[in-house]
């Protein structure tokens, strides 16, 4: 998985904007486990949940 805070962050980026182009518009998005912590392994994957705006039309 990612080797440098940059390239998590352009994987996280790109999955936010693969959300927005289906019309899903994320709040907040939380990263945890050993990528935020900065004790991944090459084999580690990234644990992220999303708190998603709400279309009320």
């Known amino acids: 998985m990612p080797e440098t805070a940059n ?5 996280v980026l790109s999955f936010i904007n693969v959300l927005k182009s289906k019309g899903i518009i994320p709040e907040k998005v939380y990263l945890y486990g050993s990528q ?6 090459p084999d580690s994957d990234i644990n992220h949940t999303q708190r998603i705006k709400r279309n009320n039309g």
Do not use: E, V
């Open 7 to 11: 390239k998590l962050n352009d994987i």
């Open 36 to 41: 935020a912590r900065g004790t991944s392994r």
